[in-house]
């Protein structure tokens, strides 16, 4: 029985442009066919440095919806 190969997720620390981590993180997302819930969880993991600290204005209740999390990152 053929195992599809799981695609390890990227590290985000602000340095680097967001729209591009974004980009490659979807393409991680879709390749593990992730749920928006999964995807949420996988980016907050993601998340170091200064990239990680917006974390803290985010209620902890809103740390599994994936729109909130990218919102606040694009801010």
Do not use: T
């Given at each position: 029985m053929y195992s599809r190969p799981t695609v390890k997720p990227l590290t985000?620390?602000?340095q680097t442009?967001?729209?591009?981590f974004k980009t490659q993180f979807d393409v991680v997302s879709?390749?593990?066919?992730w749920t928006n819930r999964v995807k949420a969880r996988q980016?907050?993991?993601s998340l170091r440095g200064s990239a990680a600290e917006v974390l803290q204005?985010?209620?902890a209740g809103n740390l599994t919806d994936l729109t909130t999390i990218e919102r606040t990152l694009e801010s």
């Open positions: 985000f620390d602000g442009s967001w729209s591009v879709s390749s593990n066919e980016l907050v993991a204005g985010i209620p």
